[in-house]
């Protein structure tokens, strides 16, 4: 029982040996170019002002928001819908 156990743990360290063998072998031998992107995923984006949609009460980066003027302010929306919505209750409103 104990040489069974043995035996796989011994294949086990081999295959893991084997692995960290082939990693090596592949980032050494990998293009210049797919070096560089696999770095450049890892980089981190500053965080970006989130915004709120008073529609559905969702919250949504600034740069992908739409934009609306309602009762003469700068309101802010997650879609085209929530800004129609919005843009009716106000003609209701009137």
């Known amino acids: 029982m104990i040489r069974?156990?043995?035996k796989v743990l011994q294949f086990l360290f081999v295959l893991l040996?084997?692995?960290?063998?082939?990693?090596a072998l592949v980032r050494a031998f990998a293009p210049q170019a797919a070096r560089r992107a696999s770095s450049s995923r890892r980089e981190v984006r500053a965080p970006e002002d989130l915004v709120l949609d008073r529609v559905c009460q969702t919250h949504v980066p600034r740069s992908r928001a739409l934009v609306a003027r309602v009762e003469g302010r700068e309101e802010h929306f997650c879609s085209v819908a929530c800004?129609?919505?919005a843009m009716a209750a106000v003609a209701r409103a009137s």
């Open 4 to 6: 069974v156990l043995l």
């Open 83 to 85: 800004r129609d919505k």
């Open 17 to 23: 040996l084997l692995r960290l063998v082939l990693r």
